[in-house]
């Protein structure tokens, strides 16, 4: 079965999907996305996903070309047209097709795609072995909160850590913890989860709220604020975590290793926690 797309109103197989090239998304990266993990053929917290949307179009000032219920109809619609039990659905919206000119278009209309794709989950020894991550000066601008497709400064960070064989690059910003290039990052110290705040600095995880929220309903303690290099360094864990990702743990940070350079207690009890909400809860039917 050929991968099926949603492009501005049809589904069509991917292979048959073109935008055109003055699009604002190729042109300027002029849009937004969100990435929303789906269990069983269900989507997770797709509210909650749609919030985050309506947030970063109110943000950019493009108008949601959809009601919730319609993205829930469309959305449920492409993963019902694809085949894989776990997917993760890729949805990204332009401010359309225009004349080149940074000013917004008066009347262009909003350039809507989606795609799902198979969610593979980390192999067994990438959760035992825990991965390597580089660290760098978060470089980026200051509305970290909104899902924007210009990502270039994003992708060059990332390249840092592959460059260095390693797998996330962990950023700071004035010398306080921010996020991954492409994950939430949280520490662990004396049995505390050190969480840094969501404010404009970072994206709002929908992993992070779950790890917080099962978190807080098992009694684990949790510190929100702002960590400076030395204490996260010296933490006794790291991890980061996102929706095709879930909770890893970070194991060496700039070839140092984090406390004994293994996954530590807090991230199996974590991983254990995640494990059984996704069983219980994510997997569940509506
Ligand atoms: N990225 N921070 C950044 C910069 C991210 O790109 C992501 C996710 C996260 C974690 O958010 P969530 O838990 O909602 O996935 C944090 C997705 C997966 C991506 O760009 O592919």
């Given at each position: 079965?050929?991968?099926?797309?949603?492009?501005?109103?049809?589904?069509?197989?991917?292979?048959?999907?073109?935008?055109?090239?003055?699009?604002?998304?190729?042109?300027?990266?002029?849009?937004?996305?969100?990435?929303?993990?789906?269990?069983?053929?269900?989507?997770?917290?797709?509210?909650?996903?749609?919030?985050?949307?309506?947030?970063?179009?109110?943000?950019?000032?493009?108008?949601?070309?959809?009601?919730?219920?319609?993205?829930?109809?469309?959305?449920?619609?492409?993963?019902?047209?694809?085949?894989?039990?776990?997917?993760?659905?890729?949805?990204?919206?332009?401010?359309?097709?225009?004349?080149?000119?940074?000013?917004?278009?008066?009347?262009?209309?909003?350039?809507?795609?989606?795609?799902?794709?198979?969610?593979?989950?980390?192999?067994?020894?990438?959760?035992?072995?825990?991965?390597?991550?580089?660290?760098?000066?978060?470089?980026?601008?200051?509305?970290?909160?909104?899902?924007?497709?210009s990502l270039l400064p994003n992708v060059l960070l990332r390249q840092l850590a592959i460059d260095a064989g390693a797998t996330e690059t962990v950023m700071f910003r004035d010398g306080t913890l921010t996020e991954g290039s492409a994950s939430n990052?949280?520490a662990v110290e004396n049995g505390v989860i050190l969480a840094p705040p969501k404010d404009n600095h970072m994206l709002p995880g929908i992993t992070y709220d779950l790890v917080l929220e099962l978190a807080v309903a098992n009694g684990i303690p949790?510190?929100?604020?702002?960590?400076?290099?030395?204490?996260?360094?010296?933490?006794?864990?790291?991890?980061?975590?996102?929706?095709?990702?879930?909770?890893?743990?970070?194991?060496?940070?700039?070839?140092?290793?984090?406390?004994?350079?293994?996954?530590?207690?807090?991230?199996?009890?974590?991983?254990?926690?995640?494990?059984?909400?996704?069983?219980?809860?994510?997997?569940?039917?509506?």
């Amino acid at each position: 079965m050929s991968q099926i797309v949603y492009l501005n109103e049809k589904f069509l197989p991917i292979e048959q999907a073109f935008v055109p090239v003055l699009d604002r998304g190729f042109i300027f990266g002029d849009g937004i996305y969100e990435v929303i993990p789906v269990y069983s053929h269900r989507p997770f917290r797709l509210d909650e996903h749609l919030v985050r949307l309506q947030h970063s179009l109110d943000s950019v000032r493009i108008d949601n070309p959809y009601d919730n219920e319609e993205w829930s109809r469309l959305i449920r619609e492409l993963i019902a047209r694809n085949e894989p039990e776990d997917q993760y659905v890729y949805l990204h919206i332009t401010r359309g097709v225009a004349k080149r000119d940074h000013a917004f278009p008066k009347d262009a209309a909003p350039t809507v795609f989606m795609m799902s794709n198979p969610l593979v989950i980390a192999p067994r020894e990438l959760f035992e072995s825990g991965v390597a991550a580089i660290s760098a000066i978060d470089n980026r601008w200051d509305r970290c909160d909104i899902k924007a497709i210009s990502l270039l400064p994003n992708v060059l960070l990332r390249q840092l850590a592959i460059d260095a064989g390693a797998t996330e690059t962990v950023m700071f910003r004035d010398g306080t913890l921010t996020e991954g290039s492409a994950s939430n990052i949280f520490a662990v110290e004396n049995g505390v989860i050190l969480a840094p705040p969501k404010d404009n600095h970072m994206l709002p995880g929908i992993t992070y709220d779950l790890v917080l929220e099962l978190a807080v309903a098992n009694g684990i303690p949790v510190e929100v604020g702002k960590f400076d290099q030395a204490r996260i360094r010296q933490a006794n864990e790291l991890w980061l975590t996102s929706s095709t990702k879930e909770v890893l743990a970070i194991t060496t940070l700039d070839g140092q290793p984090i406390a004994s350079g293994k996954p530590g207690p807090m991230f199996w009890r974590m991983h254990a926690l995640y494990q059984d909400y996704k069983a219980r809860v994510m997997r569940a039917p509506e």
